[in-house]
């Protein structure tokens, strides 16, 4: 089981309270782990990956076990303790402003 | 008695403020997506229940909402599920692609740059929606960068009219100081092949067959801001309004100058004549009188507020050239507040109300067309769009 913590306003787009819990085949991988969040939630779909181009949103991060992944290829494999469920794979809002 | 809806787009969500025909107390709901840019709501005329939003953010790019209720619940729209032919879940509802087909977008990939140079088509957000006048399920949505789609399934799908981008200027096309956005959308409700769009700053286009081909209407306007002042392409407008009694009878308010058209946009001629200053954003026409129409003057494009600190609109009674100035219930010392192009509208009762909304956060209301004003809201984030629905 994948644990994904979404910011506050996905929270709420998908009405969820905490955590999401989600079963992925296969490798996990920020693209399988991203594509079971949105099959899930379609509302999400385009929200953190761009529709076109599937990029991330600028904006955007993950980090798992106090590491910025935001930059690793989608299809490699992210940390075993998100495999296993033991941490959380974090989409983080950047913060901007003044 | 019969009542109006206010729908109201701000920066940081949306409000839906509600009266009788009295219109002099408003219940308010809201804020609806707190935290979004709201850039536009607007309702069916066919079903004043069908409602949608176009609900943006720098974070996690554009949702389309949609309401069966008028307003009370909200879902995105295209949330359902539908299944392509790899069997994974696709959702279209907030995907906006360009049309580069040769069989109808003509491939068109880049436009004017700041610097001169081509630039690539980059969609970012939906700034106005307009739903048809005759099916709620169609809609049609002008965005940054500029282009128009239309939706025939209630906001779930969304294909581009490519022909607008694809007639042929849109090499030459290039962003405003706020992007380059597709803002103005107007139906004719006397010819179902006839739509009016705006694009800053490109100016003011037309088709007659439903959007299969397009061409600029900018015949008489005059931009100094660019080489050619007389271009037909490149011009600033700000917005349009039309009356629906009359629709090739056109007002625009430009970058600067006041402008009409009596010929849908195959001239236009300067009707600021009056008024203290003739830039701006908002235009709008008087629900009963055709020829009764309303700017809110802004000092200068660098300076977005009122002259001499002064709220006030202006109205015309015979379609330009000579205004009055409208003050009456509006701040009339230390206002310095911008009235985004979006952020005018009229219902439709006997005695027309006129309402517009500030990027200070107040939204004005005139039950009596113009002659005395009241807030109706304060204190909201800036105002981005207001729309009005007049029920029964």
């Not at chain 2, 109808?104 to 088509?121: R, S």
């Not at chain 2, 307009?130 to 099916?135: A, F, G, Q, R």
């Amino acid at each position: 089981m994948i644990r994904v913590v979404l910011p506050y306003h996905l929270r709420m787009m998908a009405h969820v309270g905490g955590e999401v819990k989600l079963d992925v085949k296969g490798v996990v991988t920020q693209r399988s782990v991203l594509d079971a969040l949105e099959a899930r939630y379609p509302m999400l779909r385009g929200t953190i990956r761009d529709q076109v181009t599937e990029q991330r949103r600028p904006f955007l991060r993950f980090f798992a076990c106090e590491q910025d992944l935001s930059h690793e290829p989608p299809d490699a494999p992210l940390p075993d303790a998100v495999a296993t469920g033991a941490e959380p794979f974090l989409v983080v809002g950047a913060i901007a402003g003044g | 008695m019969s009542g109006v809806r206010v729908l109201i787009g701000t920066r940081k969500g949306a409000l839906i403020l509600t009266s009788d025909g009295k219109r002099k107390r408003w219940h308010v709901s809201g804020p609806h997506f707190g935290g979004w840019e709201i850039y536009h709501l607007k309702g069916s005329p066919v079903d004043p229940n069908r409602l949608y939003a176009s609900q943006s953010s720098g974070w996690f790019g554009q949702i389309i909402q949609r309401s069966e209720d008028g307003g009370k619940r909200w879902e995105a729209a295209g949330g359902g599920l539908t299944t392509a032919p790899s069997g994974m879940p696709v959702v279209e509802g907030n995907k906006f692609v360009y049309d580069t087909s040769p069989e109808t977008g003509k491939p068109l990939t880049t436009h004017q740059w700041y610097d001169g140079t081509q630039h690539p088509w980059e969609f970012k957000r939906v700034w106005h929606l307009e739903p048809s006048l005759t099916d709620p399920d169609t809609v049609y949505a002008g965005v940054e960068d500029a282009a128009l789609f239309r939706s025939t399934d209630g906001g779930q799908t969304w294909q581009e009219l490519a022909g607008l981008r694809g007639h042929g200027t849109g090499p030459g096309w290039h962003p405003g100081a706020g992007g380059m956005c597709l803002h103005t959308i107007l139906l004719d409700p006397s010819n179902p092949g006839r739509i009016f769009v705006a694009i800053s700053a490109a100016g003011a286009f037309r088709t007659d067959d439903a959007g299969k081909t397009w061409r600029p209407i900018n015949r008489g306007l005059k931009s100094q801001y660019i080489p050619d002042p007389n271009a037909e392409v490149g011009h600033c407008v700000h917005h349009i309004a039309m009356h629906r009694s009359r629709p090739s009878v056109l007002f625009m308010q430009k970058h600067w100058d006041v402008m009409r058209s009596d010929d849908a946009g195959e001239s236009w001629q300067e009707v600021s004549g009056n008024l203290p200053t003739d830039f701006g954003f908002v235009i709008d026409v008087h629900a009963h009188e055709p020829d009764t129409i309303y700017v809110v003057p802004i000092k200068s494009d660098s300076e977005h507020y009122p002259p001499k600190g002064k709220l006030r609109v202006y109205r015309s009674r015979t379609g330009g050239n000579e205004w009055e100035a409208l003050t009456k219930g509006l701040p009339q010392r230390n206002c310095y507040v911008n009235v985004l192009r979006d952020a005018m509208a009229v219902d439709s009762l006997d005695s027309c109300g006129v309402y517009f909304g500030t990027t200070g956060g107040q939204v004005f209301a005139s039950a009596d067309a113009g002659d005395t004003w009241a807030p109706i809201v304060r204190y909201l984030p800036a105002v981005l769009s207001v729309e009005v629905q007049t029920l029964p």
